[in-house]
T-cell receptor
Framework: DQQVKQNSPSLSVQEGRISILNCDYTNSMFDYFLWYKKYPAEGPTFLISISSIKDKNEDGRFTVFLNKSAKHLSLHIVPSQPGDSAVYFC?????????FGAGTRLTVKP | KAGVTQTPRYLIKTRGQQVTLSCSPISGHRSVSWYQQTPGQGLQFLFE???????NKGNFPGRFSGRQFSNSRSEMNVSTLELGDSALYLC??????????????FGPGTRLTVL
C-alpha cells in the first residue's frame, strides 16, 4: 500500500524559477516528514524536514510546507538552479516506521 | 568520517540463485536499515538492525533476510532470486534507532540485475 504518494514522476522548470514538488500521504499518524535528494549513482541525501507541529520550515532556497488537514506537503525551491536537477523523494515517518514516495525527477534547464 | 559503503556496487545474477549484499555503516552508527528502490515504487523498507537485532521489518517475503555483526556491519541475503528482485538496494545508517530520520545517511547502493 502506497501510504506516501508523489503523483508527478517528473517536473521540468527553467533556471531561476520556482520548483514545486508535491507529496500526499494517507496515514494520519505520520508525525515527521522529510525530503531527500538523489543524484545518479549516489544514495539519497537528506535535504529538509518538518515536524507535524509546524506548517512551514525554511532552509535557504528550500522550503517545505505541511498541510495536515489535506495530508499534503510540498517542497519549494527558489530560485531553481541546474545543480538541483535530481530525483526528489518525499518521506513520512511515525516513530520507527518511515515510508517513501516513488520520487519526482526534477530537471532545471539553464 | 567515511560514509556508508556498500559492496558490491553492481551484481548480475540469474533466477533461482541467491545473493548477499554488504553494508558498512558510518563509524559509530549502530543502526542499519535496508531499502529496495525500483522505478515507480520509490524506496521500500526491508528491515532495520540495531545492536545485531532486527528491530523492524517491512512487507517483503521471507526470501529476503539480513543480519548485523558486532561491528555493526550488515549483510542482506536474497534467496531464490526472481526477475522482480532486480532493483537498487540501499543501505542507510544512523547512530541509534529511534532518532529522527534526518540523521539517517544512505550508501550509494548495490544495483542488482536478475536475468
Amino acid at each position: 500500500d502506497q501510504q506516501v504518494k508523489q503523483n508527478s514522476p517528473s517536473l521540468s522548470v527553467q533556471e531561476g524559477r520556482i520548483s514545486i514538488l508535491n507529496c500526499d500521504y494517507t496515514n494520519s499518524m505520520f508525525d515527521y516528514f522529510l525530503w531527500y535528494k538523489k543524484y545518479p549513482a549516489e544514495g539519497p541525501t537528506f535535504l529538509i524536514s518538518i515536524s507535524s507541529i509546524k506548517d512551514k520550515n525554511e532552509d535557504g532556497r528550500f522550503t517545505v510546507f505541511l498541510n495536515k488537514s489535506a495530508k499534503h506537503l510540498s517542497l519549494h525551491i527558489v530560485p531553481s538552479q541546474p545543480g538541483d536537477s535530481a530525483v526528489y523523494f518525499c518521506a513520512a515517518s511515525e516513530w520507527n516506521d518511515m515510508r517513501f514516495g516513488a520520487g519526482t525527477r526534477l530537471t532545471v534547464k539553464p | 568520517k567515511a560514509g556508508v559503503t556498500q559492496t558490491p556496487r553492481y551484481l548480475i545474477k540469474t533466477r533461482g540463485q541467491q545473493v548477499t549484499l554488504s553494508c558498512s555503516p558510518i563509524s559509530g552508527h549502530r543502526s542499519v536499515s535496508w531499502y529496495q528502490q525500483t522505478p515507480g515504487q520509490g524506496l521500500q523498507f526491508l528491515f532495520e538492525y540495531f545492536s545485531e537485532t532486527q528491530r523492524n521489518k517491512g512487507n517483503f517475503p521471507g526470501r529476503f533476510s539480513g543480519r548485523q555483526f558486532s561491528n555493526s556491519r550488515s549483510e542482506m541475503n536474497v534467496s531464490t532470486l526472481e526477475l522482480g528482485d532486480s532493483a537498487l538496494y540501499l543501505c542507510a545508517s544512523r547512530e541509534v534507532a529511534g532518532t529522527t530520520y534526518n540523521e539517517q545517511f544512505f550508501g550509494p547502493g548495490t544495483r542488482l540485475t536478475v536475468l
